[in-house]
Each structure stands twice: as C-alpha cells, then as structure tokens.
Antibody, heavy 121, light 107 residues
Framework: QVQLQESGPGLVKPSETLSLTCTVS????????WNWIRQPPGKGLEWLGY???????RYNPSLERRVTISVGTSKSQISLDLKSVTAADTAVYYC???????????????WGQGTLVTVSS | DTQMTQSPSSVSASVGDRVIITCRAS??????LAWYQQKPGQAPRLLIY???NLQSGVPSRFAGSGSETHFTLTISSLQPEDFATYYC?????????FGGGTKVEIK
C-alpha cells in the first residue's frame, strides 16, 4: 500500500521560500498525479497544484506565480516550493495522490499525514 | 473557479441519528463530486467519489447523491467514530475546490 511522507522545515521566515518534500513508498510514481493541498489551522482545504506522470505541472491560479511542484532526482520524491511566503501561508501541507491515474480534474486517494509549516520571524 | 458551499457549517447529533449534509456548486459539475471525512489531527479520508460511489472500506451507512449543483451526504445511523468534519470537493474543472466543511458534533 502506497505511503506518503511530507518533510521539511517547520518554521520559515516571511519573504523566504517554503520547501517541502514528499517521499513516496510502497507504490510507483507513475501513472498518477501528485498534488499538494494545504489547510490553515482551523480552516478548510486549498488545492495548490499537481505534477503528472509526464512531468507537467498545473497550479491553482491564486498561487501560480509563487508555487512550483517538481519530481525529485530520486524519482520517488515530489517537491513543493512556495516563494515569498507570508503569515497567510501558515498551514498544514499535505502531499496527496489522485485516486486514479489520470491528469484530468479528479479526486484524491492516499494522503500523507501532513506537516505544519509556520511562517514567522 | 467553481465555488462549493456546504450547509450546515456544524450539526449536533446523537449516536443513531440520521445526518444529512448539503453541498452546492456555483455551476453545474455533473456528478464530479467527492466527499471526505477528517478527524482532528488527521488527514482527510475519501468517502465517496462520483457523487455516489462508496470508496473501498467505507461503511455502507454513508451514502452520497445529487448532480449538477446540489449534492448530499447522508449518514444513515451515526456512529461514535463518525464525529468529524466533512468536506465536499468538485472534480469537474481546475482549480479543484473544496467546500468549507461541516463539523458533526456530539449532542
């Protein structure tokens, strides 16, 4: 059974870049889309974007200028970079796989446990 | 963007009660809707996709219905483990969007 594990700094300073890694185990990267979703404390869920099996990324327009999702060199890792962060970017960040292998809009299957990132000086 | 609106935002219910949660889309999305359950400190878990398809391992007391702009999630007989927050999500177009959540609390 596939498992996803997010990792990265828990504290990032304002204006800096938030960088997280999702390590995938127990399953193949292909042919799925790998998403990042975040949840500010006590609030709802926001889809940030995905990277598909061809390496093509798609982002939420609300964040498109600041977000980059990529596949790591190990090919079992998915990375998230979010530039120029502010306190509004404080959230639990989840790595999430589509339920099925597809790059159309779809629903989410396996989720990582999430990692809390706080933006503060 | 397709806006998803859930109601109520919270509901108090007792074990054994029938609970109905509504999700409305700002435009027609066919049956491209999923429901998730989230317990405190945990990641969301997929319950239903395609508006009414039960994900593997999900108890049959959960049922989804609806199409286009109006959807419902029904829990036929609330169990202690069902106290959680529930989210709908549209999968008809990008950006993928979620409802604001419905918290099911113990009465």
């Amino acid at each position: 059974q596939v498992q996803l594990q997010e990792s990265g700094p828990g504290l990032v300073k304002p204006s800096e870049t938030l960088s997280l890694t999702c390590t995938v185990s127990g399953g193949a990267i292909s042919p799925y889309c790998w998403n990042w979703i975040r949840q500010p404390p006590g609030k709802g869920l926001e889809w940030l974007g995905y990277i598909d099996q061809t390496g093509k990324s798609r982002y939420n327009p609300s964040l498109e200028r600041r977000v980059t999702i990529s596949v790591g060199t190990s090919k079992s890792q998915i990375s998230l970079d979010l530039k120029s962060v502010t306190a509004a970017d404080t959230a639990v960040y989840y790595c999430v796989r589509y339920l099925y292998g597809d790059s159309r809009p779809s629903w989410f299957g396996p989720w990582g446990q999430g990692t809390l990132v706080t933006v503060s000086s | 963007d397709t806006q998803m609106t859930q109601s109520p935002s919270s509901v108090s219910a007792s074990v054994g009660d029938r609970v109905i949660i509504t999700c409305r889309a700002s435009q027609g999305i066919g049956r491209w809707l999923a429901w998730y359950q989230q317990k405190p400190g945990q990641a969301p878990r997929l319950l239903i996709y395609g508006a009414s398809n039960l994900q593997s391992g999900v108890p049959s007391r959960f049922a989804g219905s609806g199409s286009e702009t109006h959807f419902t999630l029904t829990i036929s007989s609330l169990q202690p483990e069902d106290f959680a927050t529930y989210y709908c999500q549209q999968a008809e177009s990008f950006p993928l969007t979620f409802g604001g959540g419905t918290k099911v609390e113990i009465k």
